[in-house]
């Protein structure tokens, strides 16, 4: 059977690779959708007012995701950049082919479950197109696909827009938590990955994942849900559903900003299922910071309370975080300061 679930044809069983043990399935369980988590909308608070600063500091304060509706991107763009995603994968399998590997140096990879799918157990029911897009350097640029022919151009107007969207919710967080202008700014977001999943159909949504229950070890991402449902959040011990709402964007702030705000924040524990009749594709944007920057507790959270984290580099996090499985609490552990 070829790797790429994307290139499977008329699935009547989940093949036994993807079949997880009993007590990592989803299960039978219906898992309804969150009443409670926070949607905001920007539409009057473009400066952004009071309001906006109070709603998103509580949501990332209380969930560690919420909703953003009118948040500035253009609809017409949203939908061109989803249409363009979903056709890639509609692609021939000759031709993605061409862009499969499990190398995480290579700027732009395609590929099926995770980077470790040959060592893996259990394999997640996702193929998984990766690529930078920020700086929209030509050599980038490059290396995404050709096709659909108007891949390159939609996707890289999306970037920019999602990329000022997410700068100002980070200028949002920075008034809220009283830093000063600019903290976030720089080798903090000096990089951006564009992060496409594509799910087909599952046989049997019971018996395997569309992506494992994590946090996002990064400083801050969004995701564009389809109106296809899937993503859920771990909250007060039940999986709970986060609601495809059109045009809205979905943000999570990463682990970085959980230590940044000295645990005043929360990185919200997340999933992906699978769905039986319909197939699923969703845009996740990461915002990263530079390898070698150090990370810490904002000195101005800190002047009053003790720091809860140590000063790291972000590479010595994150090879911690793939090293460890992760698993975020565990990693967190290695750089805390108090219990």
């Not at 976030?184 to 994942?209: A, K, R, V």
């Not at 990185?267 to 699978?274: D, E, F, L, N, W």
């Given at each position: 059977?070829?790797?790429?679930?994307s290139?499977?044809?008329?699935?009547?069983?989940?093949?036994?690779?993807?079949?997880?043990?009993?007590?990592?399935?989803?299960?039978?369980?219906?898992?309804?959708?969150?009443?409670?988590?926070?949607?905001?909308?920007?539409?009057?608070?473009?400066?952004?007012?009071?309001?906006?600063?109070?709603?998103?500091?509580?949501?990332?304060?209380?969930?560690?995701?919420?909703?953003?509706?009118?948040?500035?991107?253009?609809?017409?763009?949203?939908?061109?950049?989803?249409?363009?995603c979903?056709?890639?994968?509609?692609?021939?399998?000759?031709?993605?082919?061409?862009?499969?590997?499990?190398?995480?140096?290579?700027?732009?990879?395609?590929?099926?479950?995770?980077?470790?799918?040959?060592?893996?157990?259990?394999?997640?029911?996702?193929d998984?197109?990766?690529?930078?897009?920020?700086?929209?350097?030509?050599?980038?640029?490059?290396?995404w696909?050709?096709?659909?022919?108007?891949?390159?151009?939609?996707?890289?107007?999306?970037?920019?827009?999602?990329?000022?969207?997410?700068?100002?919710?980070?200028?949002?967080?920075?008034?809220?938590?009283?830093?000063?202008?600019?903290?976030?700014?720089?080798?903090?977001?000096?990089?951006?990955?564009?992060?496409?999943?594509?799910?087909?159909?599952?046989?049997?949504?019971?018996?395997?994942?569309?992506?494992?229950?994590?946090?996002?070890?990064?400083?801050?991402?969004?995701?564009?849900?389809?109106?296809?449902?899937?993503?859920?959040?771990?909250?007060?011990?039940?999986?709970?559903?986060?609601?495809?709402?059109?045009?809205?964007?979905v943000?999570?702030?990463?682990?970085?900003?959980?230590?940044?705000?000295?645990?005043?924040?929360?990185?919200?524990?997340?999933?992906?299922?699978?769905?039986?009749?319909?197939?699923?594709?969703?845009?996740?944007?990461?915002?990263?910071?530079?390898?070698n920057?150090?990370?810490?507790?904002?000195r101005?959270?800190?002047?009053?309370?003790?720091?809860?984290?140590?000063?790291?580099?972000?590479?010595?996090?994150?090879?911690?975080?793939?090293?460890?499985?992760?698993?975020?609490?565990?990693?967190?552990?290695?750089?805390?300061?108090?219990?």
């Amino acid at each position: 059977m070829d790797v790429l679930i994307s290139n499977w044809k008329n699935v009547e069983s989940v093949p036994e690779s993807f079949v997880f043990p009993p007590h990592r399935r989803p299960g039978n369980i219906v898992v309804p959708m969150s009443k409670d988590i926070p949607v905001i909308d920007l539409k009057y608070c473009r400066n952004p007012g009071v309001e906006a600063i109070q709603q998103i500091l509580k949501a990332s304060q209380e969930f560690g995701i919420f909703q953003v509706i009118n948040h500035g991107v253009s609809e017409s763009l949203m939908n061109e950049a989803m249409d363009v995603c979903k056709d890639f994968f509609d692609m021939p399998g000759e031709y993605k082919a061409g862009f499969y590997s499990n190398d995480p140096i290579k700027s732009c990879r395609l590929y099926t479950s995770t980077l470790n799918y040959d060592k893996e157990e259990f394999h997640y029911w996702r193929d998984n197109l990766t690529h930078r897009c920020h700086p929209l350097h030509e050599d980038h640029i490059l290396s995404w696909p050709d096709k659909p022919a108007t891949y390159r151009e939609t996707v890289g107007a999306y970037s920019v827009q999602i990329r000022k969207f997410l700068l100002n919710i980070l200028d949002i967080l920075c008034q809220g938590l009283g830093l000063e202008d600019g903290y976030f700014e720089g080798e903090l977001t000096e990089n951006q990955l564009m992060s496409i999943n594509h799910h087909i159909p599952c046989p049997d949504p019971s018996l395997t994942l569309a992506m494992p229950e994590h946090c996002d070890p990064n400083l801050i991402s969004m995701l564009q849900q389809c109106d296809v449902p899937g993503l859920e959040i771990y909250k007060d011990g039940q999986w709970t559903g986060v609601e495809p709402i059109p045009n809205a964007i979905v943000v999570i702030p990463g682990l970085q900003l959980r230590v940044i705000s000295n645990e005043k924040f929360k990185s919200a524990i997340h999933r992906v299922v699978t769905n039986s009749k319909e197939p699923r594709t969703t845009i996740g944007m990461f915002v990263i910071p530079s390898n070698n920057i150090v990370i810490e507790p904002a000195r101005n959270i800190t002047r009053d309370v003790p720091a809860v984290y140590t000063s790291y580099l972000y590479k010595d996090f994150f090879s911690t975080f793939t090293g460890k499985g992760c698993e975020a609490e565990t990693v967190l552990k290695c750089f805390r300061l108090v219990d």
